[in-house]
């Protein structure tokens, strides 16, 4: 469209620039300025093509809004807006204005564009706000119009002037004339408004005569400071038209002077005429002055006079002074070289000047305060410039007790110094930066008086500086200033800002002075600056101080701070700034908010930059250690501490900034020293970014989310240096940097971009004081603001009505970043959106939060093997009592559901559904298993104790909620969801919802309830591998019960045809839940009804089946109803054809997963007299078929298939070794009954060729679990059990062996007939000598000892086995212990090294522990010994024992005096024990070379186990669901569990012919002894007998002893001789 038509394009751009100012669009946001100003952009950039058009345009757009009638403040102020962008960019394109432009155009801007500036110009009313600001927006306009365009706009002048010389006094419109103080004027122009005004002077009027002389004398400095050059080379090449009209006007103006009144007026134009006419003032500056000349050298005299006050007027003095001050300026354009007389001039007059202008004692006053300071800032920066090394004036203005005038003066002119230096010749602001210490007290002065004028203490703690510190005084026992005084506090404390934003080093000047003395200066002034931010009653000054501070933060300026510790000084001073600032954007106590954001996004850049530098230009300086570590404290000399230690602490409130001793530190009312400012500050900015992302403002939300990227930044900084993860440094950087990235990104609006934030901040996974305390905070408004919209409207009438305005009865404020609470409006919808986003915000960073609440990790269920007593809480014991239930996290939960059923009149509905959204949709996974307990207990409490249900509306609205919340919460695959869903079981409460549904019956909403449920339970299913189930057989069945009840078919009665769809759609939602319960689904009778497993299982699926066959026939007539019928039934006949699916569906599952029970009751229908049927039935078959069914279960050895199942199950061993349902036992069964499961496991594994791999899972726990090496195996733990188990098994026949022929020698032999053992001087008979006893018992030990140790190539292989998994099990524990220190500084055995002695010491300990000692001490009822041997031998055993186990416990006898002298034998023995030790246990045979002599697996064990198995289903889910290992390993170990049990029923059901065994203890280990004992195993008989297959064993006899059963059929072709034979063999055991 440009290139076509562009006269249209460039008239639609236009139009679109009219309709989005703020007079039309309303006011401004972030948005519509960004528009606004591309809009500007786009017009400024077509004008240079385009320049008429846009010209043009802009004209009639600035007409019609300066005709627009207006009513109120607000259109006020959009009209004043709108004014400005239209005259700012007029300005701008004129500026740019085209070197072609046609006349036509110009004729055109004189009478179009002129007349409306000039409005704006002419009309400017004083005290009005805006008009200030108009006019001068005006005046850049007429001056940008006349640079290209000045013939037209000095010919509007021209015949003005024209006109006032022919009207009368009356009529003089002298306005067109002050045009002449705006317009651009270079050398040539000015000496055509001189020559015109020449022309035309006298016969003006006089007031126009008064307007040309003010207007001329302004126009002339608009030449000078425009250019400067121009009037430089005046004084270097004099040009004599200039001087001759300028004499000829001094001349006119001079004849005009007649009065006092008139001299004072034209004084200042006749110094500036004088100053145009450079050879003139060198003439009149000689004694003899030609007769022309003399009227100038009188004026000269005459100006000296009024300025010493000798004329005695005061209109003269005070016009001498004006006059003097223009002749300094305009001198300062001139160089010395070029007239040196116009210096003399000047210094002749200059010390009267600055005695009339600089006397505190009497300060110069015209009345006109504004002009008062123009003139003395003239004067002080011309003098300067004049002069900068002798200026005693700025001492004067720097005295504390000059005028405040003074100070404002002084401060205004070195603005002007610093930023006005067009002039080569003029000196720079260094000349002042002696005076920096006066300057910086000065500051802190004006700022003192000004935050106290103004009713508000400073939060900062001031220091006067050392300089002034005995002449400061307080306000605060004076009285209030006034409000002029407030007022000049404010200009000057607002000018002080900008001279510092102007140059910092004017006030951070600091020569020879001591590194921690400028320190403490630049931290005063960082300190007050840093205060002002906050300021509401002072914006101006507030931006102000924002943009000082920024500057104060370029690298050049941050060197200033401190040169002798720039880093320190930086972390210090920088820290502390950046808390402040935060803490008040948290504390919601700033205006603009978000503006103050995005500064401090730019301190954060400089921030960086800074510590960039550093990085690179001094990385092995040891100061930048600052760089890398968290915190730092800075002492007077200098010295830096570095902290790495990353536990966070949050600094009380109240906290101030504090100086002294060269120190700036944290100084807080509850103490934070022990954290570093640094780390506070970090802390405090992660709560503020975190605070921010829910703010209703889109442009605040995605400043925070920048910024996140500039702490990132600063965090690869400091860890660049040195090997540090910059996770040392921000825990959450990875997620920190994607909140980064999204910040760039185009949002498609307020809602998408909340919904993605809340997606990031489900991903932080640490938890740090700063995301901790941002929620906490959080959580405080939040229930504030639930508080305020709960109750709201507070008041109401007495009729009922709600009061007629929300603000009548409480203040409209917005509870936001803005304003930081008070009361809420909900007309208002940021602050409902504001709550909204608080609540996704709470919900989706909780998780994390939580997790800090726990200190490490998730907690999981681990109970060690031990002792009830000594058993550590586990995850079981946590969820039922609901451990959390006294954290925010926690009460912020229950809050969530109280307000799920809200009924709020007017925003109820809103909050219901918004709760449900975000609790289903957002919430952080980690508070899955804490919202599914609180929404069980709270269902539960929907029961009364006799169960039945408290149908209440409120209760049957939570439910609704509760289901819809579970089904988005299950539908939503949250990344993380998998590994919290299964920590906590919903089993119970959706049992308890289906229970309430069941009862609400068949209304419209019921239907719809119960619809919804059965959705849930399919997306439950579907999510069944993530999910908890502790009964899941159990839970099924009872949900297949509850939902097949809600198939209603042609049952169904209802007359409206709405009802029947929905009745329809229930019982499709049922079926298809159905379908999915059934799904590999074993039927699970009640148990206790009395009745035969199999039986009961057979009723339930004939129950089922025949519900289906049912339904298939109610569908099937319905179908054909609806075929001979049309219309509205057609639809129902779609629904009946996916109904018929899920039935037939629902059958397959229910016969592949029961084909044992279910088979007989469905074949027959395969020869069904009805063709459909039969038809139903092969589909039923096809598709069983095609799932895969297991006809298997029909064999006859099914029952033993499954057993065999079982114990692979929980033999299973995962990819780390790891044995999911054998530890989950072990974890959960009592400990009475751990000698039974010793014996099954250790039975079991070892028939797997997996007992070293149970031995190193429980030994490890056990280690783990051990506070120390002398508790290890002592207590009675399962463990414990296990090994004694093995020792007792395995180790019987060495025993025998070993001890039988040394005991016996001891008890028979003569030489030990009458020996005493006895050591005990207590005990001693008087006939007895103790040392005798004492050599007796050595030798007996001895005897002992040395043969257990040359024992070791008899020692059993599986106990070799034990022995090595002991040992490896030890020392890999202990290596786990040792600290990460020993770790990296000793690569190859840190165990060997740090515990020398301890982990084969753990194996000794525990063989003679429990082996060798109980078969010494007891020998007989070991079975070593036939009796028990005499009691002196049994002394002496016991005796031996003590000794034997203090040598394998590698320690010495202290506390039983009369052992004591044994204690050289058993330190002499510990070298050789310690072999014996490492020889059984360093090498562990090949499970292959082991013989397994419990490889046949009695039938007692694998009932025990399934009892073990059956009793602790639940217990093992739960351990399962909270173990650490549960996400490597899954839950498939458990549902096959779960599976297999519910096909083999509970124990007591077995269909064996004596179904008492059953009942029957089956824990005797008999036969496996005498199979051990007698080596069985190894005998050729056995093994022929064992590859014929023919025995099995099931069962014992009344005697306790194992049963066998001879299986006849097996026996074909094997004669019968041979069976009796090997029978025969075994009699000589029995």
């Known amino acids: 469209m440009a290139a076509h038509k562009p006269v249209e394009w460039v008239q639609a751009v236009v139009s679109r620039f009219d309709e989005q100012l703020p007079i039309k669009a309303g006011q401004q946001n972030t948005h519509t300025?960004?528009?606004?100003?591309?809009?500007?952009?786009?017009?400024?950039?077509?004008?240079?093509?385009?320049?008429?058009?846009?010209?043009?345009?802009?004209?009639?757009?600035?007409k019609n809004v300066n005709n627009m009638r207006i009513f109120g403040e607000a259109a006020e102020k959009n009209l004043y807006l709108s004014q400005l962008i239209i005259l700012d960019t007029l300005e701008k394109c004129l500026a740019g204005q085209p070197k072609d432009t046609m006349r036509l155009d110009e004729t055109m801007l004189v009478k179009q564009l002129l007349p409306e500036i000039c409005h704006f110009i002419h009309t400017y009313r004083e005290g009005n706000q805006h008009a200030a600001e108009l006019r001068?927006?005006?005046?850049?306009?007429?001056?940008?119009?006349?640079?290209?365009?000045?013939?037209?706009?000095?010919?509007?002048?021209?015949?003005?002037?024209?006109?006032?010389?022919?009207?009368?006094?009356?009529?003089?419109?002298?306005?067109?004339?002050?045009?002449?103080?705006?317009?651009?004027?270079?050398?040539?122009?000015?000496?055509?408004?001189?020559?015109?005004?020449?022309?035309?002077?006298?016969?003006?009027?006089?007031?126009?005569?008064?307007?040309?002389?003010?207007?001329?004398?302004?126009?002339?400095?608009?030449?000078v400071e425009n250019y400067p050059d121009e009037f430089t080379k005046l004084y270097q090449t004099p040009q004599t038209d200039m001087a001759d009209c300028a004499e000829k006007l001094f001349d006119l103006v001079d004849g005009f002077a007649e009065s006092t009144k008139r001299k004072a007026a034209v004084w200042p134009l006749q110094i500036i005429l004088l100053v145009l006419c450079?050879?003139?003032?060198?003439?009149?500056?000689?004694?003899?002055?030609?007769?022309?000349?003399?009227?100038?050298?009188?004026?000269?005299?005459?100006?000296?006079?009024?300025?010493?006050?000798?004329?005695?007027?005061?209109?003269?003095?005070?016009?001498?002074?004006?006059?003097?001050?223009?002749?300094?300026?305009?001198?300062?354009?001139?160089?010395?070289?070029?007239?040196?007389?116009?210096?003399?001039?000047?210094?002749?007059?200059?010390?009267?000047?600055?005695?009339?202008?600089?006397?505190?004692?009497?300060?110069?006053?015209?009345?006109?305060?504004?002009?008062?300071?123009?003139?003395?800032?003239?004067?002080l920066v011309s003098c300067f410039r004049i002069n900068p090394q002798n200026n005693p004036y700025l001492k004067i203005c720097l005295a504390q007790n000059s005028p405040s005038t003074f100070h404002y003066v002084l401060v205004n002119s070195l603005q002007r110094i610093i930023t006005n230096s067009e002039v080569d010749w003029w000196p720079k602001i260094d000349a002042v930066y002696c005076h920096s210490v006066e300057l910086r007290s000065m500051f802190s002065e004006t700022l003192q008086k000004a935050v106290q004028s103004c009713g508000s203490h400073p939060a900062i703690r001031m220091t006067p500086s050392l300089t002034f510190k005995e002449k400061m005084t307080s306000l605060k026992f004076k009285e209030k200033p006034t409000d002029l005084e407030t007022r000049s506090y404010k200009f000057l404390l607002l000018s002080m800002v900008k001279l510092l934003h102007a140059d910092p080093k004017l006030l951070l000047y600091n020569p020879r002075k001591q590194g921690p003395e400028?320190?403490?200066?630049?931290?005063?002034?960082?300190?007050?600056?840093?205060?002002?931010?906050?300021?509401?009653?002072?914006?101006?000054?507030?931006?102000?101080?924002?943009?000082?501070?920024?500057?104060?933060?370029?690298?050049?300026?941050?060197?200033?701070?401190?040169?002798?510790?720039?880093?320190?000084?930086?972390?210090?001073?920088?820290?502390?700034?950046?808390?402040?600032?935060?803490?008040?954007?948290?504390?919601?106590?700033?205006?603009?908010?978000?503006?103050?954001?995005?500064?401090?996004?730019?301190?954060?850049?400089?921030?960086?930059?800074?510590?960039?530098?550093?990085?690179?230009s001094d990385r092995s300086s040891c100061h930048f250690l600052f760089l890398y570590g968290v915190g730092c404290d800075v002492s007077g000399s200098g010295a830096s501490q570095l902290s790495l230690d990353h536990e966070e602490m949050r600094c009380a409130p109240g906290a101030t900034l504090r100086k002294g001793k060269g120190n700036s530190s944290m100084e807080s009312t509850a103490g934070c020293s022990g954290t570093p400012i640094c780390r506070q500050a970090q802390t405090k900015l992660e709560v503020a970014l975190y605070m921010f992302l829910w703010s209703p403002d889109i442009e605040a939300v995605l400043v925070a989310m920048s910024c996140f990227r500039h702490l990132c930044e600063e965090a690869d900084i400091r860890c660049g240096v040195d090997e540090v993860s910059v996770h040392n440094f921000l825990p959450n950087y990875n997620t920190f940097m994607e909140f980064a990235s999204v910040s760039n990104m185009m949002s498609t609006g307020r809602a998408a971009l909340q919904k993605r934030v809340m997606a990031l901040l489900r991903r932080i996974e640490h938890p740090t004081a700063g995301n901790t305390e941002a929620w906490e905070d959080t959580h405080a408004k939040w229930e504030q603001a639930t508080k305020l919209i709960l109750n709201y409207p507070k008041t109401k009438m007495e009729d009922g009505q709600v009061t007629d305005s929300l603000h009548k009865t409480i203040v409209r404020r917005r509870m936001s970043h803005v304003s930081g609470g008070g009361s809420i409006d909900l007309s208002d919808t940021d602050s409902l959106q504001e709550w909204i986003n608080m609540t996704g915000f709470l919900c989706a960073l909780g998780g994390v939060c939580l997790q800090h609440r726990s200190n490490a990790g998730l907690a999981t269920y681990s109970p060690p093997m031990g002792p009830i007593n000594e058993r550590k809480g586990s995850m079981i014991s946590m969820i039922s009592t609901e451990g959390n239930a006294e954290t925010p996290v926690s009460k912020f939960i229950d809050r969530l559901l109280s307000l799920m059923v809200c009924n709020h009149e007017k925003v109820g509905l809103q909050i219901r559904t918004n709760i449900k959204d975000l609790v289903g949709l957002e919430l952080s996974p980690a508070l899955y298993p804490m919202l599914f307990n609180k929404l069980k207990n709270t269902i539960s409490k929907f029961f009364d104790s006799q169960g039945q249900v408290l149908l209440t509306e409120t209760n049957t609205q939570f439910v609704e909620q509760t289901i819809a919340i579970m089904k988005n919460l299950l539908d939503n695959h949250t990344e993380g969801s998998s590994e919290h869903l299964g920590q906590a079981s919903i089993e119970t409460m959706m049992l308890n919802l289906v229970r309430y549904v069941r009862?609400?019956?068949?209304?419209?909403?019921?239907?719809?309830?119960?619809?919804?449920?059965?959705?849930?339970?399919?997306?439950?299913?579907?999510?069944?591998?993530?999910?908890?189930?502790?009964?899941?057989?159990?839970?099924?069945?009872?949900?297949?019960?509850?939902?097949?009840?809600?198939?209603?078919?042609?049952?169904?009665?209802?007359?409206?045809?709405?009802?029947?769809?929905?009745?329809?759609?229930?019982?499709?939602?049922?079926?298809?839940?159905?379908?999915?319960?059934?799904?590999?689904?074993?039927?699970?009778p009640e148990e206790g009804d009395g009745v035969e497993l199999m039986e009961a299982k057979s009723q339930l699926f004939l129950k089922y089946f025949t519900l289906f066959m049912n339904l298939l026939n109610d569908c099937s007539e319905v179908e054909d109803e609806s075929a001979q019928t049309g219309g509205r039934k057609r639809g129902m006949s779609r629904r009946l054809a996916s109904l018929r699916h899920c039935t037939v569906l629902a059958m397959s599952n229910l016969l592949n997963a029961n084909v044992d029970s279910g088979l007989m009751h469905s074949i027959g229908l395969g020869y069904h007299k009805d063709l459909q049927t039969r038809a139903t039935f092969m589909e039923v078959l096809t598709k069983i078929l095609q799932q895969g069914t297991e006809f298997d279960t029909l064999a006859e050895t099914v029952l033993a298939d499954r057993f065999e199942r079982l114990v692979e199950l929980v033999t299973m061993m995962g990819d780390q070794g790891e044995l999911p349902i054998a530890m989950a036992l072990a974890n959960v069964v009592p400990c009475s009954q751990w000698d039974e499961l010793a014996r099954v496991l250790v039975t079991l594994f070892d028939s797997r060729h997996l007992l070293y791999q149970l031995l190193w899972n429980m030994f490890s726990k056990e280690v783990e679990l051990a506070d120390s090496m002398q508790t290890l195996f002592r207590g009675?733990?399962?463990?414990?059990?296990?090994?004694?188990?093995?020792?007792?098994?395995?180790?019987?026949?060495?025993?025998?062996?070993?001890?039988?022929?040394?005991?016996?020698?001891?008890?028979?032999?003569?030489?030990?007939?009458?020996?005493?053992?006895?050591?005990?001087?207590?005990?001693?008979?008087?006939?007895?000598?103790?040392?005798?006893?004492?050599?007796?018992?050595?030798?007996?030990?001895?005897?002992?000892?040395?043969?257990?140790?040359?024992?070791?190539?008899?020692?059993?292989?599986?106990?070799?086995?034990?022995?090595?998994?002991?040992?490896?099990?030890?020392?890999?524990?202990?290596?786990?212990?040792?600290?990460?220190?020993?770790?990296?500084?000793?690569?190859?055995?840190?165990?060997?090294?740090?515990?020398?002695?301890?982990?084969?010491?753990?194996?000794?300990?525990?063989?003679?522990?429990?082996?060798?000692?109980?078969?010494?001490?007891?020998?007989?009822?070991?079975?070593?010994?036939?009796?028990?041997?005499?009691?002196?031998?049994?002394?002496?055993?016991?005796?031996?024992?003590?000794i034997l186990q203090s040598i394998a416990n590698h320690v010495l006898f202290t506390k039983e005096e009369h052992m004591r002298p044994f204690n050289d034998f058993v330190k002499s023995n510990f070298d050789a024990a310690r072999r014996f030790f490492l020889d059984i246990a360093s090498d562990c045979p090949a499970s292959d070379t082991v013989n397994h002599s419990l490889s046949f697996i009695s039938d007692g064990n694998v009932l025990a186990l399934h009892r073990l198995l059956w009793n602790n289903q639940e217990k093992i889910g739960q351990y399962l669901s909270s173990n650490r290992d549960h996400k490597a390993v899954g839950r498939r170990p458990f549902d096959k569990m779960a599976t297999l049990l519910a096909y083999l029923g509970p124990p007591e059901h077995k269909p064996v012919a004596d179904t008492h065994w059953s009942s029957l203890n089956l824990t005797s280990s008999k036969f496996e002894e005498f199979m051990t004992r007698h080596q069985v195993h190894e005998k050729e008989e056995f093994k022929a007998l064992k590859t014929l297959n023919i025995f099995y064993q099931a069962g014992t006899s009344k005697a306790g002893n194992p049963v066998f059963y001879y299986i006849a059929r097996r026996t074909i072709q094997i004669m019968d001789d041979f069976c009796y034979t090997n029978i025969e063999g075994f009699k000589k055991y029995i």
């Open 33 to 62: 300025k960004v528009s606004t100003e591309h809009n500007k952009e786009c017009l400024i950039n077509i004008s240079k093509y385009k320049f008429s058009l846009v010209i043009s345009g802009l004209t009639n757009i600035l």
């Open 136 to 223: 001068n927006s005006a005046s850049g306009v007429l001056f940008s119009l006349s640079c290209n365009n000045f013939n037209a706009v000095f010919s509007r002048i021209s015949t003005r002037l024209q006109e006032l010389t022919v009207c009368s006094e009356d009529n003089a419109d002298v306005h067109d004339i002050e045009l002449l103080q705006y317009i651009s004027v270079d050398c040539i122009k000015l000496k055509r408004i001189l020559q015109e005004t020449v022309f035309k002077f006298k016969a003006l009027k006089k007031v126009a005569q008064l307007a040309v002389i003010n207007s001329l004398e302004k126009a002339f400095w608009n030449w």
């Open 278 to 379: 450079p050879e003139i003032i060198q003439d009149i500056a000689k004694d003899v002055v030609e007769e022309t000349k003399i009227n100038k050298k009188l004026f000269l005299d005459n100006l000296r006079k009024a300025l010493a006050s000798h004329s005695g007027s005061r209109q003269l003095t005070e016009s001498a002074a004006i006059a003097c001050v223009k002749l300094c300026k305009a001198s300062t354009y001139i160089n010395w070289e070029d007239n040196s007389v116009i210096f003399l001039l000047v210094q002749s007059m200059v010390d009267d000047l600055k005695t009339l202008l600089f006397n505190p004692c009497k300060p110069f006053s015209r009345g006109n305060q504004n002009a008062d300071v123009d003139l003395m800032i003239d004067c």
């Open 518 to 616: 400028t320190q403490s200066s630049t931290a005063e002034l960082i300190t007050g600056l840093v205060q002002l931010v906050p300021q509401s009653n002072m914006p101006e000054i507030a931006q102000e101080a924002m943009e000082a501070l920024l500057v104060l933060h370029q690298l050049e300026s941050i060197d200033l701070w401190n040169p002798d510790a720039p880093i320190e000084t930086f972390w210090e001073i920088s820290s502390q700034m950046l808390f402040y600032i935060c803490k008040k954007l948290t504390g919601h106590q700033m205006l603009s908010s978000t503006e103050i954001l995005k500064w401090l996004r730019e301190i954060l850049i400089c921030r960086n930059k800074f510590l960039l530098k550093n990085k690179q």
């Open 999 to 1084: 009862v609400l019956g068949n209304l419209v909403h019921a239907i719809q309830i119960k619809t919804k449920l059965c959705q849930l339970v399919e997306v439950m299913m579907e999510r069944r591998d993530d999910l908890s189930f502790c009964q899941e057989m159990k839970f099924r069945n009872k949900m297949v019960e509850y939902l097949t009840d809600w198939v209603m078919g042609t049952s169904n009665q209802a007359t409206d045809e709405d009802v029947k769809c929905l009745t329809r759609d229930l019982d499709q939602a049922s079926m298809e839940a159905v379908v999915s319960l059934l799904a590999g689904l074993p039927l699970q």
């Open 1276 to 1442: 009675n733990s399962l463990a414990s059990k296990i090994m004694t188990f093995c020792f007792k098994v395995y180790g019987a026949t060495y025993l025998q062996k070993l001890l039988e022929p040394l005991l016996r020698t001891v008890i028979t032999s003569s030489e030990w007939q009458h020996v005493s053992f006895e050591v005990d001087p207590t005990r001693l008979e008087h006939t007895e000598s103790l040392e005798a006893n004492q050599r007796s018992l050595l030798q007996m030990t001895e005897k002992f000892f040395h043969a257990i140790i040359n024992s070791s190539s008899e020692f059993p292989p599986q106990l070799r086995s034990v022995c090595h998994c002991l040992y490896q099990a030890t020392c890999h524990s202990l290596l786990n212990k040792a600290t990460v220190k020993e770790k990296k500084e000793n690569k190859k055995s840190v165990v060997s090294q740090r515990f020398p002695q301890n982990s084969i010491g753990a194996v000794g300990s525990a063989m003679f522990l429990r082996f060798i000692n109980p078969a010494i001490v007891s020998p007989y009822e070991a079975g070593i010994l036939d009796k028990k041997p005499p009691p002196r031998i049994e002394r002496g055993l016991k005796l031996m024992s003590k």
